[in-house]
């Protein structure tokens, strides 16, 4: 009874090293193509925005890594350029509040 519990931990405990294994490669992959893409500046501005608000940098990155790969984005992506897709993620989020 006990080996088999064992074997059923090592089991799924393997199961979750690959999952992770395979989320690090596939982040190690945005990263490099969001590398490439965006200018220094541009950088360090969704790396600011990660550290406040981590929604919106991955909104940011797939919006930025889906637009790259369809041929939109024609060579680097500048500050001012990030700024226009960041400021159509924050229009999106407004709230309203109605009072009766």
Not at 71 to 97: R, S
């Amino acid at each position: 009874m006990t080996t088999e519990l064992d074997e059923i931990k090592q089991r799924k405990y393997e199961e979750l090293q690959e999952a992770y294994r395979r989320q690090s490669e596939a982040e190690k992959q945005v990263e490099a193509s969001i590398k490439k893409i965006l200018t220094e500046k541009a950088r360090v501005r969704l790396g600011n925005i990660k550290l406040v608000n981590h929604e919106m940098h991955l909104k940011a990155v797939q919006a930025i890594v889906y637009l790259h790969n369809a041929g939109q984005i024609p060579g680097q992506l500048n500050d001012a350029q990030l700024k226009e897709i960041l400021k159509k993620f924050k229009e999106k989020k407004e709230i309203n509040i109605k009072r009766k």
